[in-house]
T-cell receptor, first 112, second 113 residues
Framework: GESVGLHLPTLSVQEGDNSIINCAYS??????FIWYKQESGKGPQFIID?????DKRQGQRVTVLLNKTVKHLSLQIAATQPGDSAVYFC???????????FGTGTRLKVLA | NAGVMQNPRHLVRRRGQEARLRCSPM?????VYWYRQLPEEGLKFMVY????????ESGMPKERFSAEFPKEGPSILRIQQVVRGDSAAYFC???????????FGDGTRLSIL
């Protein structure tokens, strides 16, 4: 289930189950979104991106959904594996700008 | 194809000293971005540079912090007269053009004694 930790919300899922990580973004002018995965001691790693002219995009085992009406982004991970354990960040960028605004992140814990 | 390289990975400084953080972007990338991350928090934009130019430094404190990306060599983030509050992880990212995803290095963890 989901719980709020000291700073980061944590999502715990059983290995093999699907994970859904949510992100509420702040700027209605944002038109480009990225999901990053950050493992302990490492930099953020690009997972998947989506532009605002789309509402769904699929990668290998991952799907990003965008709902512009409610400014909501989600990352779905199919058949979650132990190697998926990490902190996941969404990042938004408005058209004509270069600044990415990062969300606070969600820690995903995969239970064996 | 090497990724974004940052060094040092860990840097310890005493209050009042200078810290120099280096970032070599991916080959072919001329856009560099610096971010700061506190434990259990997201990344905060600091500065965006292209070769020899600072494009946006709105996220960087006006005093003690500076950044450069010379024609030759890595990008440098410089913090003068460090204070305890400067302790954080500093990440560099690069992209080939502005609207492409940014690729991150593994960061420099700065600790101030």
């Amino acid at each position: 289930g989901e719980s709020v930790g000291l700073h980061l919300p944590t999502l715990s899922v059983q290995e093999g189950d699907n994970s859904i990580i949510n992100c509420a973004y702040s700027n209605s002018a944002s038109d480009y979104f990225i999901w990053y995965k950050q493992e302990s001691g490492k930099g953020p790693q690009f997972i998947i991106d989506i532009r605002s002219n789309m509402d769904k995009r699929q990668g290998q085992r991952v799907t990003v959904l965008l709902n512009k009406t409610v400014k909501h982004l989600s990352l779905q991970i199919a058949a979650t594996q132990p190697g998926d354990s990490a902190v996941y960040f969404c990042a938004e960028k408005a058209s004509g700008t270069y600044k990415y605004i990062f969300g606070t992140g969600t820690r995903l814990k995969v239970l064996a | 194809n090497a990724g974004v390289m940052q060094n040092p990975r860990h840097l310890v400084r005493r209050r009042g000293q200078e810290a120099r953080l280096r970032c070599s972007p991916m080959k072919g990338h001329s856009h560099v971005y610096w971010y700061r991350q506190l434990p259990e928090e997201g990344l905060k934009f600091m500065v965006y540079l292209q070769k020899e130019n600072i494009i946006d430094e709105s996220g960087m404190p006006k005093e003690r912090f500076s950044a450069e990306f010379p024609k030759e060599g890595p990008s440098i983030l410089r913090i003068q007269q460090v204070v305890r509050g400067d302790s954080a992880a500093y990440f560099c990212a690069s992209s080939p053009v502005q609207n492409q995803p940014q690729h991150f290095g593994d960061g420099t963890r700065l600790s101030i004694l």
